[in-house]
């Protein structure tokens, strides 16, 4: 991120069928009137330290586009 002031995990799933989580990242920056919501998927097992499991759901939001905020 690079002007972005603040980033939320604002909703959080496992999916064991799918061995994946499904969250919605809020990205919160200077002159949005909105939190900015992004959708996505990361395939990974349930024993994912948090630490890393952020660092993934932010990475696959910024694929999305969202990194040139």
Partial sequence: MHHA????IAQLIYDAARRAFLAVVEFFAP????????????????DLPHPA?????????????????
């Fill in 5 to 8: 002031s603040a980033v939320r």
């Fill in 31 to 46: 002159g949005l009137p909105q939190p900015l919501r992004v959708p996505v998927r990361v395939r990974a097992g349930a």
């Fill in 53 to 69: 499991l952020v660092r993934a759901l932010v990475r696959e939001a910024q694929k999305r586009g969202i990194g040139g905020l």
